[in-house]
């Protein structure tokens, strides 16, 4: 049986009878050495704060992530408009699983280019793929009293944009043939 949790100040009684389920050595992640979030903690003002890379963003990373955001919400926005849905909002899915495709293969696309990286992920497909529209759509069919509907749609699309993502990272990830062309 693991030993109790020391009583915190101010804790309420019964948390001392917890059990003490993480081992003493393990510390919280701004405490551990090569921390992966943000050094300094939440008490330091945003400002004096460092990112989870290390870089501070520069302004012409921001363009390159705000001019391909406005690329892909337009182009997201065309395809909207464009094709009709009928009973399934359709557009939706396709951009959301295509999107989630093409995430899955950016990372061996633009392996040597810190822009395009920052240019097609978190920029254009960034701003294709909407997680707020497929929820606006959810709630919008449970509303209209298909909730059976709505229910396959959204564990459809989140099941479809996990395996396209996983397909597409496969697939990139995938040796060249010898014979392939250079």
């Known amino acids: 049986m693991p030993r109790r949790a020391p009583p915190r100040h101010g804790a309420h009684p019964a948390a001392a009878r917890v059990p003490l389920l993480v081992p003493g050595r393990v510390r919280p992640p701004d405490r551990r050495r090569g921390a992966t979030t943000l050094a300094g903690g939440g008490d330091r003002p945003l400002g004096e704060q460092r990112l989870v890379s290390g870089l501070r963003p520069t302004l012409p990373h921001l363009l390159l992530v705000a001019v391909g955001a406005a690329a892909g919400a337009?182009?997201?926005?065309?395809?909207?408009?464009?094709?009709?849905?009928?009973?399934?909002?359709?557009?939706?899915?396709?951009?959301?699983?295509?999107?989630?495709?093409?995430?899955g293969v950016l990372p061996v696309v633009v392996r040597h280019s810190h822009a395009a990286a920052l240019a097609l992920g978190p920029g254009l497909l960034g701003g294709f793929t909407t997680v707020s529209t497929w929820a606006l759509e959810v709630r919008d069919l449970a509303a209209d009293d298909r909730v059976g509907l709505a229910g396959s749609y959204l564990g459809g699309t989140l099941a479809?944009?996990?395996?396209?993502?996983?397909?597409?990272?496969?697939?990139a990830q995938r040796p060249e043939p010898e014979d392939a062309l250079t």
């Open 160 to 171: 479809a944009a996990l395996v396209a993502a996983h397909l597409g990272r496969r697939l």
């Open 74 to 103: 337009v182009l997201r926005w065309g395809l909207d408009t464009a094709i009709p849905d009928g009973v399934l909002p359709w557009t939706t899915l396709a951009i959301n699983v295509s999107g989630a495709f093409a995430l």
